[in-house]
């Protein structure tokens, strides 16, 4: 879809955004808030109180029948089995040759009724996928429109939600999810997220979302915006599509493997990546801090200098960023495989400048 202004889809809460004084940019297609008091204070917000964030944006693919467990295990290469009504389990769709069409969530709403939340921009690509490949053997149905998403996330949310809720929801599990009443807005209140806080994305009729998202910040939430959203997920090492993992990468090229089950049945793609995990994958995503200034870039080249001239680029660049959480510029790009070790020193080409980078293991980021 083009981004001219003309175009642009808008979520139920994008008058309230501008109410609130967002800034408010093209992403995927929508108009959608970047920023409202700024990157670092939201930023700062999500990791110390609560930030409030509309991921209207998002598409909802319900999967319902018989046979949906079955339709939805050939869909996604995690083991669907593990589900029960209420839980949730963040999985990827490959194609045959093992790239990945999107990563996900996938929701079990009773014996035979599923969810699964989709990338904004990948909406039309993902439902066609799911329509060609489960539509023999379930009803599929698109819920986008009817559905709008709203994610409380940070050390207070959890209390804060809960303190709107007619039921417990403090006590629903991570990767859980539970009916319930907030604000006396009817929700599906699951304990997800996306910014390596804890906290809830509630999903509701687009005709409650303003009342919800009042009810909320009246809570004392505040709002924030898509630029603290990446951030935050950089710092914890959250992959985003299109950045870090897309129909050319393969989940066990992007660290994600734990999520490739398979014994759990006959999902598509997993051919290819019994023969990739068996042979050794070519390249690795790995995670890096940068020694010194300058911030890496999606698209920027990681090299070695000590090739030949024309032989210099051995990664790139596919997220990066300055942690502001953890004080360092940081980053994820796609190196060979034997030079992913953890502590490797590697050195990116920031338009024209070299900065020396080390790799490093896991998040760089953790909230206690």
């Known amino acids: 879809m083009s981004d001219s202004p003309t175009e642009l889809q808008r979520t139920v809460l994008?008058?309230?955004?501008?109410?609130?004084?967002?800034?408010?940019?093209?992403?995927s297609g929508w108009r959608m808030p970047v920023q409202y008091t700024g990157i670092k204070k939201e930023?700062?917000?999500?990791?110390?109180?609560?930030?409030?964030?509309?991921?209207?944006?998002?598409?909802?693919?319900?999967?319902?029948g018989p046979r949906a467990a079955e339709a939805v295990q050939?869909?996604?290469?995690?083991?669907?089995?593990?589900?029960?009504?209420?839980?949730?389990?963040?999985?990827?769709?490959?194609?045959?040759?093992?790239?990945?069409?999107?990563?996900?969530?996938?929701?079990?709403?009773?014996?035979?009724?599923?969810?699964i939340v989709l990338n904004a921009?990948?909406?039309?690509?993902?439902?066609?996928?799911?329509?060609?490949?489960?539509?023999?053997?379930?009803?599929?149905?698109?819920?986008?429109?009817d559905t709008a998403l709203i994610a409380a996330q940070g050390p207070r949310a959890v209390a804060l939600v809960d303190g709107l809720a007619d039921v417990d929801l403090a006590a629903t599990p991570r990767f859980s999810f539970a009916t319930a009443s907030v604000g006396g807005i009817a929700c599906m209140?699951?304990?997800?997220?996306?910014?390596?806080?804890?906290?809830?994305?509630l999903a509701c009729k687009p005709d409650d979302a303003v009342?919800?998202?009042?009810?909320?910040?009246?809570?004392?939430?505040?709002?924030?915006?898509?630029?603290?959203?990446?951030?935050?997920?950089?710092?914890?090492?959250?992959s985003l599509y299109g950045n870090d993992i897309d129909e050319t990468t393969t989940p066990y090229e992007a660290g994600l493997g734990w999520v490739v089950k398979p014994d759990a049945g006959d999902f598509i793609g997993k051919e290819a990546l019994v023969a990739q995990k068996a042979a050794g994958v070519p390249r690795k995503l790995v995670g890096f801090v940068v020694e010194g200034r300058g911030i890496p870039r999606h698209g920027y080249p990681i090299v070695d200098r000590s090739l030949a001239?024309?032989?210099?680029?051995?990664?790139?660049?596919?997220?990066?960023?300055?942690?502001?959480?953890?004080?360092?510029?940081?980053?994820?790009?796609?190196?060979?495989?034997?030079?992913a070790k953890v502590d490797t020193a590697i050195t990116i080409d920031c338009r024209g400048k070299d900065v020396e980078a080390r790799i490093v293991k896991g998040a760089f980021y953790k909230s206690v």
Not at 126 to 135: M, Y
Not at 189 to 198: I, K, L, Q
């Open 14 to 27: 994008h008058d309230r955004h501008v109410e609130l004084g967002a800034r408010m940019v093209p992403f």
């Open 43 to 64: 930023h700062a917000i999500v990791r110390e109180t609560a930030g409030l964030f509309d991921v209207s944006h998002m598409g909802e693919c319900g999967l319902r």
């Open 74 to 115: 050939r869909l996604v290469t995690n083991d669907v089995g593990k589900l029960a009504p209420g839980k949730a389990l963040y999985t990827v769709m490959c194609y045959d040759s093992g790239g990945i069409v999107d990563d996900c969530i996938v929701y079990q709403r009773a014996d035979n009724d599923y969810l």
């Open 121 to 145: 921009g990948n909406i039309a690509k993902d439902l066609a996928w799911i329509r060609e490949h489960a539509s023999p053997l379930c009803d599929v149905v698109d819920e986008s429109n």
């Open 189 to 201: 209140a699951a304990r997800t997220g996306y910014t390596g806080e804890d906290g809830f994305e």
């Open 211 to 238: 009342p919800l998202w009042n009810a909320l910040l009246d809570a004392g939430a505040a709002p924030c915006g898509l630029g603290a959203r990446d951030t935050l997920r950089l710092e914890a090492r959250l």
């Open 309 to 339: 001239e024309n032989q210099q680029q051995i990664g790139t660049v596919t997220s990066g960023t300055t942690g502001i959480t953890v004080g360092k510029s940081i980053g994820l790009g796609y190196v060979p495989a034997d030079r």
